[in-house]
Each structure stands twice: as structure tokens, then as C-alpha cells.
């Protein structure tokens, strides 16, 4: 088994957990000041838009994200380079939040990394080294499974509902994996061209 290596990646990935554990010590307005309330961005405050994804419904909420942020990151991303890894996080988590600003207002408050989280997974299965191509394909099936499941009309996270005092935005899943996607995709586009120049 390959030892865990302090990367710039996970680095950032324990950096960001810390924050959202921060975030969810401190007091309600700070939450109130970070969520995505589609009116509060009407009015001009833009930033609800990437900061919705670093503040959470509780700490139930808050370890579920930290937990799968930093298993997707070792499993998956660990080797990915900084500037790439970056660049793919603020992707996810500006798709996210136009996403629900956009097409699900009801969300009133959004809060929650989960969206941004299945794009790092959607991307890290495409652009993996580590894992033989039936593992990979595997994994984006199981995910892409998840996302059909959950988006079924009268679909009810039950056991997420009674640890989050809030509805679960299974289509923040959908923006986040879609932008996992085009990212990956176009990166292997890019990849793609620059070795037959």
C-alpha cells in the first residue's frame, strides 16, 4: 500500500477542513453572512456564491464533508498538481452555487461542500493514474448511479435528513459532478493536443 505523503494537495484539502471546522464553531451570523441566500446575492453579495461551499448545516454536516474531502483527495487527487487542483475546486464550487442560484432558490438557506466534493470525485476517476481502468469505470458508474437514484421524482435522504436540519440539495450533486466532468475532459483535451504538437 502506498504511504500518505503530505502533497500540496492534501496540504490544501487539511488546510480547507480546518477552515470549515472553524466556520462551524463560530456563531450563527457568521453562517448567515457566508450561505447562499439567492436574494442576499441579487443584492450584490457575489461571494455566497463560493463561500456557501465552506459553511455547513452543524457539525454532523460539517465532519461528513471534511471526511470526504480528504478521502477523495488522498484517494484520488493527491498527486494532482496544485494550480491544477485549485483551478477544479473553484470550478466545482462556482458551478454549485450558480447552479442553486439559478435553478433551485428554494434552497433558502445553501450550504454545504457536498456538490463541489462529487466533482472532485467525477474528475479524480477520469484523470487518475493510480487505479486500473475497470476501477475507474466502476467508480464514475457508482456515482453516476447515485446521482440518477437520488434525483428520482419523491427521492428522500432519510438518514442524511435526521443528521442535517435542512433538505439535502441532491441537485448541487449533479452541478458539481457535471463540472468535475467538463474540467477533467478538457484537461485531457488540452493534454491531448499538446503531445501531438
Known amino acids: 500500500m502506498k504511504p500518505i505523503t503530505a502533497t500540496p494537495t492534501v496540504c490544501v484539502s487539511i488546510a480547507l477542513s480546518a477552515v470549515m471546522l472553524i466556520f462551524t464553531t463560530a456563531n450563527a451570523s457568521l453562517f448567515n453572512w457566508l450561505s447562499l ?20 448545516f452543524g457539525w454532523a454536516h460539517t465532519l461528513m464533508n471534511v471526511a470526504a474531502l480528504l478521502l477523495c483527495t488522498l484517494a484520488l487527487l493527491s498527486e494532482t ?13 462556482m458551478t454549485v452555487g450558480i447552479g442553486i442560484y439559478w435553478f433551485n432558490p428554494e434552497y433558502q ?34 456515482v453516476m448511479g447515485k446521482l440518477v437514484q437520488e434525483n428520482q ?9 435526521q443528521l442535517i436540519p435542512a433538505a439535502v440539495a441532491v441537485e ?23 503531445r501531438k504538437l
Open 81 to 93: 498538481s496544485l494550480t491544477k487542483y485549485l483551478g477544479l475546486l473553484l470550478l466545482c464550487c
Open 37 to 56: 441566500e439567492p436574494l442576499q446575492v441579487s443584492a450584490g453579495e457575489y461571494w455566497r456564491l463560493l463561500t456557501a461551499n465552506f459553511v455547513h
Open 153 to 161: 421524482p419523491g427521492y428522500e435522504a432519510t438518514g442524511l435528513q
Open 109 to 142: 438557506p445553501y450550504a454545504g461542500l457536498s456538490g463541489a466534493i462529487h466533482g472532485l470525485v467525477i474528475a479524480g476517476l477520469i484523470q487518475t493514474r493510480i487505479y486500473p481502468q475497470w476501477i475507474k469505470i466502476g467508480g464514475l458508474l457508482l
Open 172 to 194: 448541487s450533486h449533479v452541478y458539481g459532478a457535471i463540472a468535475g466532468a467538463a474540467f477533467a475532459l478538457g484537461d485531457e483535451l488540452i493534454q491531448f493536443i499538446k
